[in-house]
């Protein structure tokens, strides 16, 4: 990926596959073809919002370390780790906070991997501004429940 802009949905997907290593080869084709469409239709924003997240939990200065793992996204939907001032370890999931939002995020904890039970919800709203880029941009003021987290959002709290 080129410094100094923004990645191309096509080299996210390029790089999702190098992150993964050899799991792509052990799925049929249906199951490649159906995890490219989604990394063409949905990882691309999200990864566009972790970034955005990343970026603002870095600069909040709450963290001495702030970690994306693509890996740990797809198999068991932490999207960015924490590593508070104090060492505490934080998992952090991201979703809009739409019904659709709610659902996916549902439906994914449902079919992957081992879902962290340590597991925070961090809720995009969708009231935020769409400019530039029609892109929602987000503030510090919007990861209190990173920042100031000490239990995670169980299950049914989630709104659908």
């Not at 970690?67 to 001032?85: M, S, Y």
Request: glycine fraction near 10%.
């Amino acid at each position: 990926m080129c410094i100094g802009r923004l990645f191309t949905q096509a080299e996210y997907v390029e790089f999702a596959w190098h992150s993964w290593g050899d799991w792509k080869g052990t799925l049929s084709e249906k199951e490649v073809a159906g995890i490219e469409s989604r990394l063409y239709r949905n990882f691309y924003p999200s990864g566009i919002d972790s970034l955005h997240v990343w970026s603002l939990l870095v600069e909040s200065g709450c963290c001495e370390k702030c970690v994306l793992d693509t890996a740990d996204d797809a198999v068991g939907k932490t999207d960015i780790t924490v590593w508070l001032k104090d060492g505490t370890e934080k998992k952090l999931a991201l979703y809009v906070g739409s019904n659709r939002g709610g659902a996916w995020t549902k439906y994914k904890r449902e079919h992957r991997g081992d879902v962290s039970e340590d597991l925070i919800d961090l809720v995009l709203s969708m009231d935020k501004p769409r400019s530039p880029g029609n892109k929602r941009w987000y503030g510090v003021e919007d990861l209190g429940a990173i920042i100031g987290a000490t239990v995670s959002v169980e299950e049914d709290e989630i709104p659908y």
